[in-house]
């Protein structure tokens, strides 16, 4: 097993005129690493923000935060290079969004970056399959992409069950609704990087949370190899 247990809070759902305050908050609270949702408005119908406020978030935080880039973008191969000179570490681009995956992720590795590819709910498991050798990340959404605070769409659980049976050492990540009350569902059917937006953001006690979460990754991890 060479995956770990990581907690990466979403910022979306916190006050967007302090992101930067945000961001240093969540890594003063225990995050492993930040998600950062871009949309562009016709992918999903939302708009947050580009590669010039990732810089800005990369100059405020320092080298060492480790960026996400959830990019709900209907052309996910124009960013690639801004956001990887924006600071960007791993670029997490949809699978409904390309003909050609290979290639993308041919660039974004030349571009210094990891790579994610995450499917929307209506997306199969069998079609990101193909590609789970070239990638470092598989994103399985548990909510329509768009918005933050959605409610947590259990049915993509088998989802996640089958990566982790086909690809033992894959990181898997889920992304949507995910909090103290549904993380044991997540954790048991095997991922180990977690999104998690509203339930850390709006908590009074965001550590605990980001702590509660990982434990509880940990240990459906801990139980797994046990049961190998
Ligand atoms: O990508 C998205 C939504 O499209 C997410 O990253 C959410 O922003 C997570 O927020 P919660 O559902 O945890 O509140
Ligand atoms: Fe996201």
Redesign the pocket.
Known sequence: MSYSAKIGP?I??SDLACLGSECVRMMECGADYL?L?VMDGHF?PNITFGHPMVECLRNCVGPDPFFDM?M?VSRPEQWVKPMAAAGANQYTFHLETTTNAGNLIKEIRESGMKVGLAIKPGTSVEELAPWAGQIDMALVMT?E??????KFMEDMMPKVSWLRSQFPSLDIEV????GPSTIHKCAEAGANMI?????VVSSDDPRSVITMLRTAVSEAMQKRSLDR
């Open positions: 979403s979306l759902s998600h949702d999903v959830h709900m909510v992409p768009g918005f933050g605070g959605q992304d949507g609704g995910v999104v998690s937006g509203s339930a």
